[in-house]
Nanobody, 122 residues
């Protein structure tokens, strides 16, 4: 049973912060890159951020650079996405996904969570 479970979504005002968590089970997180993706209404799923299995490589979409930070705690089997200075355009369902060693685009990830909704609105 390979599972990824997102949590931490909710309603937040513009400029606020949220921390999303991706709890993984059923596989060794040490060998997997974890990516965060999001899908806003009427838009395609897009990559937000990812972190390699070692944690030595991270990347971010241009739209979130400087505002979001991805991190991982393999001992806790959890990957986080700290989201600061949130904007209404960040509103989306956020998904975490896993792939061996390195992140890929949404079509290349092997395992997916069911998502958590982030709504940024005043």
């Amino acid at each position: 049973q390979l599972q990824l479970v997102e949590s931490g979504g909710g309603l937040v005002q513009p400029g606020g912060s949220l921390r999303l968590s991706c709890a993984v089970s059923g596989f060794n997180l040490n060998y997997y890159a974890i990516g965060w993706f999001r899908q806003a209404p009427g838009k395609e799923r897009e990559g937000v951020s990812c972190i390699s299995s070692s944690g030595g490589s991270t990347n971010y979409a241009d739209s979130v650079k400087g505002r979001f930070t991805i991190s991982r705690d393999n001992a806790k089997n959890t990957v986080y996405l700290q989201m600061n200075s949130l904007k209404p355009e960040d509103t989306a369902v956020y998904y975490c996904a896993a792939k061996g060693y390195y992140c890929s685009g949404p079509n290349g990830m092997d395992y997916w969570g069911k998502g958590t909704l982030v709504t940024v609105s005043s």
